[in-house]
């Protein structure tokens, strides 16, 4: 059963993610980028991660996004026009991008060793105490930086909205 689950919420988190790259507005593309979240709060808590699917949903289904949108909203972007490269990009690139994927994963699975299967539900560590711990000693410095970065991306956002209203 839990090989079903992963295996359909793995689907959901793709078709979202070709969703979030094929829209044309940038409210649909975040839409789909929220699908992908919960698909991975999903696989995180198939795997026995329970508190970063509880953060992956609060924290970057919720939060995030919320940012993300009112950031779309504030700069007041329309729908791509398309043009007639687009058509051809989407005639070559499919294509090209396939046998550089496979490329790639030959290449990767021929460098990496082989590895034992995941067992659902078999880790036991990463409980909010532990990581806790980790964010607020070993990683306190990254965790405040990427706060000042997100504070960073607010206030320009505010400026370049305010610059097209004047």
Same mark, same amino acid.
């Given at each position: ?18 969703? +979030?790259? @094929?829209?044309?507005?940038? *409210?649909?593309? %975040? /839409? ?8 991975? $709060? ?58 550089? +994927?496979? @490329?790639?994963?030959?290449? *990767?699975?021929? %460098? /990496? ?8 539900? $078999? ?44």
């Amino acid at each position: 059963m839990d090989a079903i689950l992963f295996l359909l919420f793995a689907a959901i988190a793709v078709v979202c993610g070709i969703n +979030l790259v @094929v829209q044309t507005h940038p *409210i649909s593309s %975040a /839409l789909s980028l929220i699908g992908v979240m919960g698909s991975l $709060a999903v696989l995180y808590l198939l795997l026995g991660g329970e508190f970063i699917a509880a953060a992956q949903l609060i924290v970057y289904a919720g939060a995030i996004m919320v940012l993300f949108v009112f950031t779309i909203m504030l700069l007041n972007s329309g729908a791509e026009k398309k043009t007639l490269k687009t058509t051809k990009a989407r005639w070559f690139g499919l294509p090209l991008l396939a046998g550089f +994927l496979g @490329v790639i994963a030959f290449i *990767i699975q021929g %460098a /990496l060793p082989k590895a034992e299967g995941v067992k659902f539900g $078999a880790f036991t560590g990463g409980t909010a105490q532990q990581i806790g711990w980790k964010v607020f000693t070993q990683y306190l410095l990254p965790f405040e930086i990427t706060s000042v970065l997100i504070l960073i991306a607010i206030l320009g956002a505010i400026v370049l909205a305010r610059k097209e209203i004047d």
